[in-house]
DNA sequence: GCTATTTGTTCAGCGATTGAATTATTTGCC
DNA sequence: GGCAAATAATTCAATCGCTGAACAAATAGC
């Protein structure tokens, strides 16, 4: 991903075309404002002709549009401002979680079409019951993006768990899933999207690899390199490096839920002892508060902590603070190790951002060797609680993005 | 670095040739016989009429030429193989260290073709000076890669501290040096290389980054994926990710010297508690080992802790085992955040593998959640203790050989 | 209404790849 | 020894896509 490598296959002679498509169709997603053609020909150093051309392409293949002219001083002829298409290919992001299923379509420019959340307890569900349920509001999803003139052109689902290159979930302890294997399970139903060359069909993929996909492609855009934190019942990070998320080997990275935070402390359930998650996990952070974990919905718990931090009450000030120095020294560990500038609180941790700040704030300021030279800014997340699947709507738009030759028919 | 990421420049005619430039002269590379043509046809996808055209101008280039044939059983005429060039670029390695100066010439096959290791004590000695010595070593070297009929395209330099992008280093402690612009100090004194489009003239680096670097591009080549530990005084690690070095936002990443191993434990330098340096460190094994550390060469203290290890002599073991227990602990939540499978000791931890490896893996197995579906290799390095001269000398070239356009003098 | 200015398109030219035909060189068989 | 088959490498017309310059379109200012 981008450090300087070695291109993958031959470059052919519509290999050409395919750079300058990405190229040109990149710089539109990024403008701020519509660009004409020949603000992209400058920025780009094609020549006018060519951009045209391109652009001929991309709006014959509906990916991009014709804006008003963004109003100019000066004379000249005035320029016609391109802008993703609003009409065209979008992409549908799903989600199993512990207490609730999501379903969104996210259309080219990143904005939200279309959101449904389905609250229900989906642990005592069989998983194929589950996902049976999704392809169902993922029906009514497609027909309501057709409404609206969009395409769904792949799909990709958020789980809480260890997934597979081939989309088998491993291990989703809170939900109690268990080598699933998702894609042959759906499979059997009706096709959730379109098929469209270079767009794989369904991707499945960690929620908090999902969740920081969401907040690197958010408004306005994130910093290219960043570890975002996601706390539910367990802790998962994901890490964007050069505005790629790093998956790791086999796809299981940020993994940081056990991290030894007190080496000879309290016993976890992986086995070993004082890990993060037992003192920054959700339920930890509840349980210290003196809150009853009986309340079942995760984010009540979060909220009524948060209400009582606001209303100054010690205890709960003492379990975040706690929380928050715990979470430092792991986020500490890995700002050294990675030489991050920024971290992300998401999830469940992005209320309670104003009270754990502080404390990982301090962690790192004492831990970090190169704090001295460049800070580190730790923020919460700017997207809510079902960052995971509209992160996993944008990966499928935005890999029509890179490489719209596909979506375009070209050989890809 | 690797993940699909839109191009960075407009796509012109000559840039279809620089790409198969590179990935034919990659395959030669990669390749463990001497490719045909018509072999790197196939396996390119390229028609042998391009490839014939490319590799006219990498011969023209001095960057390949051609061997004896590989034998070949069957009929028809017999191919020419193609090799990387033993005349032509080759890269200078530097490297300025606590009580050595190496310098090192490598051509593009990755063949050391010539190296010098000049013993003293750096550390009462100028920055300015050092280099002055490292120059004269480098003039030396220059005249032996001429003589070879290896022009020098390059250089790099490895110092044991935190270097900016610039290549100022902000801080290398056991050297003693602190803001220390080494390409300000270099350019009083004679060109070090020649001036090719597309090389830098000097990188300055940690030795960290480049001893990992050297492994990655050793013979037989290392996975692509994996973390490099340098046990010196200091302990520094090396992420190679996706077979590129990833070196964080400002190029400090891999301080794993300061994990918090024993959060309440011993005081470290840095000023917090039970670093990973305090139970890992060269200094740290032979103290507990019982060893006088008057002796000064690290190395040789290095050497007679293996000896003592191998004779069973239990305090030496001891301290084996436990520095090998700190180490995992670190290692673990690396392999935890970033799901690699592969961990590489090298520097002063590469003679010591046999006791420390096992420890280290025992950890792993303990903490890290994805071990048991599929294990995690920890192997002493395959370099010796010039590992990161090489490897910085290695990087040069494989610039060249990822993007031969510059050295051909094509735009690039 | 005219000029200056900027945008966008058209078109000949050119570089690079392609695919087929051609040449080169060896093995195997009669 | 000579010929056919096989594999390697080169040659060449065709094609694709970018370039650069000329040209058409549309507006502001005088």
Same mark, same amino acid.
């Given at each position: 991903?981008?450090?300087?490598?070695?291109?993958?296959?031959? !470059?052919?002679?519509?290999?050409?075309?395919?750079? &300058?498509?990405?190229l040109v169709l990149g710089r539109i997603a990024a403008a701020d404002r519509p660009p004409s053609r020949a603000?992209?020909?400058?920025?780009?150093g094609l020549t006018r002709a060519t951009?045209?051309?391109?652009?001929?392409?991309?709006?014959? $293949?509906?990916?991009?549009?014709?804006?008003?002219?963004?109003?100019?001083?000066?004379?000249?002829?005035?320029?016609?401002?391109?802008?993703?298409?609003?009409?065209?290919?979008? $992409?549908?992001?799903?989600?199993? &979680?512990?207490?609730?299923?999501?379903?969104? +379509?996210?259309?080219?420019?990143?904005?939200v079409r279309h959101r449904t959340v389905h609250r229900a307890d989906?642990?005592?569900?069989?998983?194929?019951?589950?996902?049976?349920?999704? +392809?169902?509001?993922?029906?009514?999803?497609?027909?309501?993006?057709?409404?609206?003139?969009?395409?769904?052109?792949?799909?990709?689902?958020? /789980?809480?768990?260890?997934?597979?290159?081939?989309?088998?979930?491993?291990?989703?302890? &809170?939900?109690?899933?268990?080598?699933?294997?998702?894609?042959?399970?759906?499979?059997?139903?009706? !096709?959730l999207t379109d098929q469209v060359p270079g767009v794989p069909a369904l991707v499945v993929d960690n929620e908090a690899n999902f969740a920081a996909l969401g907040e690197l492609h958010s408004r306005p855009p994130g910093p290219a390199s960043f570890l975002h934190i996601?706390?539910? /019942? $367990?802790?998962?990070?994901?890490?964007?490096?050069?505005?790629?998320?790093?998956?790791?080997v086999r796809g299981w990275s940020g993994e940081i839920g056990h991290f030894p935070v007190h080496p000879q402390g309290r016993p976890c359930r992986c086995g070993g002892h004082g890990c993060l998650e037992q003192y920054a996990g959700q339920e930890a952070i509840v349980a210290a508060a003196g809150l009853l974990r009986a309340e079942l919905p995760a984010d009540t718990a979060t909220a009524r902590l948060a209400e009582l931090a606001?209303?100054?009450?010690?205890?709960?000030?003492?379990?975040?603070?706690d929380a928050g120095t715990a979470l430092g020294v792991a986020v500490a560990s890995v700002v050294n190790l990675l030489d991050l500038d920024t971290v992300v609180l998401g999830g469940g941790y992005a209320p309670l951002a104003p009270w754990l700040c502080p404390p990982v704030l301090a962690e790192i300021a004492a831990r970090v060797l190169t704090a001295a030279w460049?800070? /580190?800014?730790?923020?919460?997340?700017t997207l809510g609680p079902e960052a995971a699947a509209v992160g996993a709507a944008e990966s499928v738009v935005r890999r029509i993005v890179a490489r719209p030759a596909g979506w375009l028919g070209r050989s890809g």
């Open positions: 991903m981008s450090p300087t490598h070695a291109p993958a296959g031959a !470059a052919r002679q519509g290999s050409l075309r395919e750079l &300058n498509l990405a603000d992209l020909a400058t920025a780009t951009v045209s051309a391109v652009v001929e392409d991309l709006l014959a $293949g509906q990916l991009v549009s014709e804006a008003d002219p963004a109003p100019r001083a000066g004379a000249g002829r005035p320029a016609r401002g391109l802008v993703l298409a609003d009409q065209g290919p979008a $992409g549908l992001g799903l989600e199993v &979680n512990v207490d609730y299923l999501t379903v969104c +379509v996210v259309d080219l420019a990143g904005q989906l642990r005592p569900v069989a998983p194929a019951d589950a996902l049976a349920r999704l +392809v169902d509001l993922a029906g009514q999803a497609r027909a309501d993006a057709a409404r609206q003139g969009l395409t769904l052109a792949g799909a990709a689902l958020a /789980v809480p768990g260890l997934v597979d290159d081939a989309g088998l979930v491993r291990l989703a302890p &809170n939900l109690g899933w268990r080598d699933v294997p998702v894609p042959e399970l759906l499979s059997g139903h009706q !096709a996601s706390g539910e /019942v $367990g802790i998962g990070a994901g890490i964007v490096l050069d505005g790629a998320l790093f998956r790791g606001e209303a100054g009450d010690p205890d709960a000030l003492r379990a975040l603070h460049s800070p /580190v800014t730790v923020r919460p997340s």
